[in-house]
């Protein structure tokens, strides 16, 4: 069936990676891996003393042993035995690669081990590409699968379920009555079947293959019917992803097809959804399979898989976030506000147009907050314009009619207009009329009641509209009175990029106009220790974007107080009169709630600005992190480490492949060709801002594939996120293909495919990434090669957050007795994850694991030579046991160690945890007590001018510390609890349960009755 495929073999030496030929033909089968396994592939074999040797490795053609030359060994033991073999393992997860000095430089996606003999040695062995790596991985795994029956397979894969469909396929649609029916179908209808399954495929492409392969074949009906084989070729071509097949025999035990409990298994462990059942698995399958033969068998070909992984089942943005998910009930200063500059222009500041459109596409958007800047206009209209500038002006009653309209069309919670009066008292009182006959019914025009501490929530202001502007002193009784003037549209003239601090120009207010605005009334910014002092929840100051970044870089911890009670605006400098935009994130972090944005202008600040509101169902607000709303925190802005009481996480992302990337936007120079990379961006505060890139694909936009993988630590997640920017590595010019840009919080764990949108936020049609997400928490420490079993962090090593000291002794006093607790936390949190990440490595699988994956994982190498399991979990407690089903070799007593030390200290957290955890919470309610008094004891003490501003920064960084650490050990707890029922669950998919049939799935559900032993993340599904 196979021919020898050594050197030996051959008259010259075989010096082209094997990797170089994969475009010929796609990978859709094991015969095809065999294949190329018996065909021999160059690998490099990494040793323990970190030595690298370059060897070929091949299967004999009996597929029966692995060999591999040269080699100094004797023929006989430059091979391993088929039946020898106990684990094939992928990525870099073995004692071997772990502690080698070459680690970084080996590719996870290109590395595997083969595990053989009593002893449990590993062949540890880098690919040329995550391709070879995968064929290799997959067709040993076939091998032992099948062992002495693997021919027979192989023979009847070849009569496969996909194959069988194809078949039918054709035939169904085979013209009947015609003489040349037998002759094949219509090149026009082949083509159309194709692309009824990859639809983003052009008709050019597959009628050129088509004719390509006929022209081959010398066949004489060319260009005008299609032979039953010509179309299965073709099809394959087109619509075989290799990545989804590896991804397909990798769940479903090296079949053609994966079952209803195979697509639970990958469901549950690799994308992250809890309890599902069997008929979830059926459901999915009969909503995706192809062929009818398969959704009455209940099996999901890879075509069905295809389908699945690319519905919007899988993608990438959490559909939870389509809908409004966050708390609108907290005071309006708590959340970012959705807003936009100069909404009336649709081109630049100076000479573009203004048009009403504008306001009806930021509205439509999700947009909260417009800037309408009102001029006398002839007729007695006032009109809506720059001035200072040659864009045309707007009649303000059609302004305001539109805005009517489109209010409330994409969110419910209030807008905010900011109006720049420029009027004269007779064309106020026009403006006046206009706003109560077109707007009255939702303006919102109750006084603010005096001593409120926060202005109202989004939830109680559903369905109002509130005025923002200048407004006449309370004590004023005349109808008009004399307010300076908001004119941001002034400085447009000033040519340098920093303009001068312009002199305030007065002008007459209306008072009616005046009493219309209530909760955003505009001030002038002094310094923060005035606004701290004097200024009111309900007054909002407007920074020039200059002023606002100076700030955020001198005093960004004073900026984020600042925010926690008062609104802030920034608008852009006028002199980006090309509507160019500031990046909204270098005020989000401050807290800045309202960063005004030219919404006309695409590019990448607004694609951050669109994506981030996207998070809370595109309502136009969205809550900001709990650190810079809590009354006492420390947060500094420009942080460039860890954030005090908040858990850094590594955002793990493998960039596979992309799909019908098109030609970049003015490339026809370049016909259809283009080579791809794919950049990722992170954004976010400065700690958590990175960047990287694949290698280009040369030639390929179709299916091109990366097979890269990346991770990010995220210092603060809540404020982060996510971009994908494909380029064109091979074009002078616009080189910009899509984007794709994602908060953190909205990731979906998993396979997901991703979306990719044009330069100015459109879908492109079937254009799309595919890729690996996971979010895991921060372990070990320094370099990646160190972070094996060996260099485990001890407690003596282990990092401890410091309080600070203030000179307030009875202060001081109080937070001293935080200090055993906060260091006993972080001894239950630390010893839990690193058992947690031992025993992950002793199952073989890399840290982006889950236990799920580490138990199931597991469950296909603990088989005894007569087929019974070595190991089995008792699962009568809630804290399931491993047990030894008799003799074990030292590599699974080590496992069965590990477990036992994983469940120790998972109880311990369990045990101890609430104790500590009312403990820090009582110290830092004791600790608040002294916050009002804080400068009468500084004063006693004798602190004076920095010295006092230093205590009082650390008492709040103590008190952020205590709330935080409190807060880690209540999400250990609900970790220990996931934990748990992820090796309840899996052990009983992974068929290793002591109680065998008799125990049902439902147990994990019934589970959630016993109080702590539910995971407050598990949702039916």
Known sequence: MFQDGSRSGRDRKKTVSFSSTLTEKKISNAADCIHAMVEGS??????????????????DA???????EPSKKESDKARITLASIREVRTGRNTETFRTSGVYEQISEDCAFSIIYGEMYESLDLVANSAEVANIWVTGLRYLMQYGKHAFDMLASSRDSLRLRWLERLFSSVNLEGEDDAKEGIPLQLAIKLIQSVNPGVSSAKVELRFKEIQRVRENKKLGERVCKQEFVEVFHDFCT??????????FSSNKEFLDAKDLMKFIEAEQGMAQVCEETSLKLIQSHEPSEEGRQQGH??????????????CRLFDPEHDNVCQDMSQPLSHYYINSSHNTYLIEDQFRGPSDISGYIRALKMGCRCVEIDVWDGPDEEPVVCTGHTLSPPLVLRCV???????????????L??????????????VLLQHLTRTLGRWLYTDPPAEGILYLPSPQALRHRILIKGKKLKPDFDGEDGDVSEEDEGAEMSVTQPNPPHLPLQRFQLLREFSDLVTLCQSISFIDFPTSSKSQKPWELVSFHESLAVHLAGESPGDFVNHNKRFLSRVYPSPARIDSSNMNPQDLWKCGCQIVAMNFQTAGLMMDLNTAWFRQNGNCGYVLRPAIMRQEVSYFCADTRDTVPGVSPQLLHVKVISGQNLPKPKGSGAKGDVVDPYVYMEIHGIPADCAERRTRTVTQNGDNPIFDESFEFQINLPELAMVRFVVLDDDFIGDEFIGQYTIPLECLQPGYRHVPLQSLTGEELLHAQLFVHVALTNRRGGGKPHKRGLSVRKARRGRDYTALRVLGLRAVDDVFKMASPLLREA?????NMQNSVSVFRELCGVSAVANLMQCVLALSSRVTGPEGTPLLLFDLQDNYPTLEAQGPLPDVLRRVVSTYETMVNASKAVMELSDGIHDKILHIQSTAMEFHEKLQILAAKEGLKGSKVCRAV???????????GQADLLKHAKAEVQENMKQVHDSALTGNLTKDGVGLRRVRSQTRQNHGDNTSARSRPV
């Not at 992803?241 to 990798?250: A, D, K, N, T």
């Open 826 to 830: 972080t001894d239950l949190r630390g």
């Open 953 to 963: 920064e650390s008492f709040s960084w103590n008190v952020t510390i205590l709330k």
């Open 42 to 59: 160059e690998l490099k074999k990494v040793r323990p003393n970190s030595r690298v040797y370059q060897r070929y490795y091949l299967m």
């Open 241 to 250: 992803r290799p990545e989804i097949y590896f991804l397909l025999v990798q």
């Open 62 to 68: 009996g597929l029966q042993a692995l060999f591999w």
């Open 400 to 414: 305001l009619e539109a805005i009517g309209r489109f209010a409330f069309v994409a969110s419910e919670y209030p």
């Open 300 to 313: 999901l070909s890879l075509d069905g898989f295809t389908s699945y992984l690319t519905s919007a089942e």
């Open 416 to 429: 905010i207009l900011c109006i720049e009066n420029h009027c004269s008292l007779r064309q106020q009182h």
